[in-house]
């Protein structure tokens, strides 16, 4: 019975260590990479072309972007996808503007 209590308290610590590690690594880790080409920032417009907001996601080819199902939902009806290591949303200042395929 101790022995049972001990491993699930080792469990949870080593899982509850293991998030916050990662976490970390998310958030205010930005480091600069120009490695990745292929990575890019989406960001979602109305049908105005105003903001709405940003998603990562990967160049498969040279004309598809693939990124999370949720970074295309409404109001968006149109994208800009940036590549360049310093873009930033909501107005970087180059973009291919395109339109989501669900």
């Known amino acids: 019975m101790k022995f049972r209590l001990l491993f699930g308290a080792a469990a949870a610590v080593t899982a509850l260590t293991a998030m916050t590690a990662s976490a ?6 930005y480091q600069e990479d120009n490695v990745h080409d292929f990575v890019g920032l989406m960001v979602a417009l109305d049908n105005q072309g105003e903001f709405l907001w940003r998603c990562s996601g990967s160049l ?8 999370a199902g949720h970074c295309t939902d409404a109001p968006a009806v149109g994208a800009r996808v940036y590549f360049q290591q ?3 949303a909501p ?3 180059h973009g ?5 395929r669900r």
């Open 86 to 88: 310093d873009a930033g």
């Open 91 to 93: 107005q970087p200042a």
């Open 96 to 100: 291919a503007t395109a339109t989501p």
């Open 60 to 67: 498969l080819d040279q004309t598809t972007f693939l990124t």
């Open 24 to 29: 970390g690594a998310i958030t205010n880790n």
